[in-house]
């Protein structure tokens, strides 16, 4: 047997045990979500005595979106009195404090306070961003939604609930959605992604193993555990899913909550996903090589599972992925001779049905997502979207390695806006 055909089959092993492993997800997260479904997320607070909630958005050149955000965050149906909103309007060059100065002066009964930072004191990251807001935070617990989100209104006051109702919980994450799902072919896909590995991934860890990750938005958090973790970690371009880790390791779980649904701008172009994405990349990476050791310690409880998925998904996935792709363009140069018969082709074959399946699986359960146009784009997917993975995780590690190597800072890439004409 040929070097080429060992790294074949390793090729097409690793990539049926990691796509097996999410459409076990998929399937878990279809009875959470469909469970979920049949209510409608509500639990009464005893004696209607809800919280102080303080929303934190971080805003890095926002001007294009932050209006229509805050607007939404005011009419949440909480209680009025008990919820304030805190814009970090973090280092803008653009209008930014212009819109929000505008926007606090139309709204007085101090709901709306926005704080602006220079590149002294700011300009480095959305952690450091928000560890300005909650600095002057006043709420018991903490929520958090991107300058770009315009959540649906019951969505603060069921992850409060949900909150409130389980002292073990220290956060409760909603669903997010793609508003601007039509703008081109690549947010068409996003959308799909983001249903199908952003939230039914999550919903089947959470099914078998009450473990999910917080996003970066459209979720609430105890004000105790921020303070007792000492804030965001400045060093994370991933905050979300570092301060997950932490969570955990402090002994409460995250709950998923789909009810809980904010909507928000994807990037619509590629170079402007390209970055958004490296630098998701580069955070994961960043935590999964700080978490990793935790995969071995009996005391880390359901996180250790979460730190082995990581190391597998940047490792194994993306191996044969790149090998693969290596032995398929060496066999259409001419380079490469792999004889491994039909059974490799069909193998192949029943690999492309099973992505389709579970992704279609995920789309039955959103209102007119689930269509023959749908399917086809998932079929696209696998050939195109699919495939960039490789190329934004490569580009995260020479990345990362440059870094370290030139001691370089962690800045705020933060993706690009447009003005949506829908």
């Keep these: 047997m040929s070097a080429a055909e060992i790294i074949s089959i390793y090729a097409i092993a690793a990539i049926w045990f990691m796509m097996m492993l999410n459409v076990i997800l998929s399937i878990g997260g279809y009875f959470y979500i469909f469970r979920c479904n049949q209510t409608d997320g ?106 770009d989100n315009t959540p649906e209104p019951q969505a603060l006051r069921l992850l409060v609930e949900n909150l409130v109702a389980d002292p073990k919980a220290g956060a409760v994450i909603g669903k997010f959605r793609t508003r601007n799902r039509n703008a081109s072919i690549l947010s068409r896909f996003v959308n799909i992604e983001t249903l199908s590995h952003q939230c039914m991934n999550q919903a089947g860890r959470f099914f078998f193993f009450k473990l999910c990750t917080i996003p970066g938005t459209n979720y609430v958090i105890r004000r105790s555990i921020v303070e007792t973790v000492g804030g965001w970690d400045v ?52 935590v999964m090589m700080k978490n990793f050791k935790y995969t071995f310690d009996k005391n880390a409880g359901a996180m250790r599972l979460d730190a082995l998925y990581y190391a597998l998904t940047y490792s194994i996935m993306l191996s044969s992925l790149v090998a693969s792709d290596i032995i398929f363009i060496g066999g259409v140069l001419g380079m490469v001779q792999v004889r491994l018969g039909g059974f490799s082709t069909a193998l192949w074959g029943m690999a492309i049905l099973v992505f389709i399946a579970s992704m279609m699986l995920t789309l039955s359960l959103e209102r ?14 696998m050939f195109t979207y699919a495939k960039l993975w490789v190329f934004v995780v490569v580009k995260a ?20 806006r447009y003005v949506e004409t829908d």
């Design 235 to 286: 060093k994370a371009l991933s905050e979300d899913t570092e301060i997950s880790f932490r969570i955990y390791r402090m002994g409460y779980y995250i709950k998923l909550l789909p009810q809980a649904v904010t909507w928000e701008q994807e990037p619509h172009l590629l170079p402007i996903w390209f970055r958004q994405r490296v630098r998701w990349a580069k955070g994961n990476i960043y």
């Design 368 to 381: 007119n997502e689930f269509t023959l146009e749908s399917m086809g784009l998932v079929a696209m997917m």
């Design 397 to 416: 590690m020479w990345d990362l390695l440059m870094d370290a190597i030139f001691k370089r800072e962690v800045k705020w890439d933060k993706t690009v």
């Design 42 to 147: 509500h639990i009464p607070v005893p004696n209607n005595d809800y919280p102080m909630v303080s929303v934190l958005v971080p805003a890095h050149n926002e001007a294009l979106v932050v209006k229509r955000t805050v607007r939404s965050l005011l009419n949440f149906d909480y209680p009025k009195d008990k919820y304030e909103i805190i814009v970090i309007n973090d280092n803008s060059s653009d209008n930014t404090e212009e819109i929000l100065s505008d926007l606090a002066s139309e709204y007085p009964e101090n709901r709306l306070m926005c704080i602006s930072t220079d590149k002294i004191v700011g300009g480095t990251g959305k952690s450091n961003a928000l560890n300005i807001g909650f600095s002057v935070a006043k709420g018991e617990v903490i929520a958090i939604y991107d300058a």
